[in-house]
């Protein structure tokens, strides 16, 4: 009989053990959650348990749905939108030093604007629509994303680039081939950070003025507060899939990081 390799043995117990943390980690979430209701003896209509929760997403998983692909559309066209005129920006700012001295004030207005208090004006510019929620969702998500964009461009070793130049690598071969790639890790990181925010962009400019959306389920919970928690749970696991989709997309697109974080 062959022999079993045990490299791919222990390759696939690395990855049953990543599998596996996260999914520990959600139980017990719930469990200290779940063991806090019992323990604090806390009303059903301020907190509900776990099983309450559970029988909302079970009997109405239709509504929640609904409501659940409105949030999810409004958030990824915002985030795209972001991540186009954001990594746009952050490449002309890594290219031109003028430019990014220019702007940087500016950026750091808008970094400390209380953006949720923009949705009011933003409704009475652009309607109850979905416009005032997008853009609400492109200003929660384009700040991070293009400070990561720059930095990331900004700080490819020195090294590199004169090997590049050495060479005679144009300036475009240059930033394809060298600057580019060196640049990944740290867009992909400014894409993690913004990810949840888009979806709580999202939900904020509907708890203000939407007619669809887990916010409007949890403004029009009232007193069922399983109602209200069932949709917070479905907005976690949508979170919760993106982010490691797109995690799985970052080490896929970055695999050398894997063995300088590891």
């Known amino acids: 009989m062959p022999s ?16 596996a943390a996260p999914v520990l980690g959600v ?10 209701v019992e323990a604090t003896g806390i009303a059903d209509y ?15 998983p239709g509504y929640l749905l609904h409501h659940a692909s409105v949030t999810l559309t409004t958030a990824l066209t915002g985030y795209a939108l972001a991540t186009a005129t954001a990594v746009t920006l952050g490449t002309v700012l890594a290219m031109s030093r003028p430019l990014a001295r220019a702007l940087t004030p500016t950026l750091l207005i808008l970094s400390v604007l209380p953006k949720p208090a923009l949705v009011p004006v933003l409704i009475i510019a652009l309607g109850f629509g979905t416009g005032p929620k997008i853009v609400l969702v492109w200003l929660m998500c ?21 090997l590049a130049r050495s060479l005679t690598a144009s300036r475009w071969q240059t930033f394809v081939k ?8 740290y867009l992909f ?27 409007v389920v949890i403004q029009n ?6 109602m209200a928690f069932a949709a ?31």
């Open 27 to 36: 139980a017990g979430l719930i469990a200290a959650w779940w063991a806090a």
């Open 189 to 215: 990181a400014g894409l993690r950070i913004a990810l949840p925010l888009a979806l709580i962009g999202a939900v904020v400019a509907e708890l203000f003025g939407g007619l669809a959306g887990l916010g």
């Open 178 to 185: 060298i600057r580019l790639p060196a640049a990944l890790p």
């Open 4 to 19: 079993s390799d045990p490299t791919s043995a222990s390759r696939l117990g690395g990855m049953i053990a990543r599998a």
């Open 232 to 262: 917070i749970t479905v907005l976690a696991a949508m979170s919760t899939t993106m982010y490691g989709l797109l995690t799985a997309a970052c080490n896929a697109a970055t695999p050398w990081t894997r063995h300088t974080t590891t």
């Open 142 to 162: 384009f700040l991070p994303i293009a400070l990561a964009t720059a930095t990331g461009l900004t700080a490819t070793p020195a090294d590199l680039v004169e």
């Open 221 to 226: 919970a009232g007193t069922r507060a399983d």
């Open 46 to 60: 301020v907190v509900p348990a776990p099983p309450a929760v559970a029988a909302v997403i079970r009997d109405q």
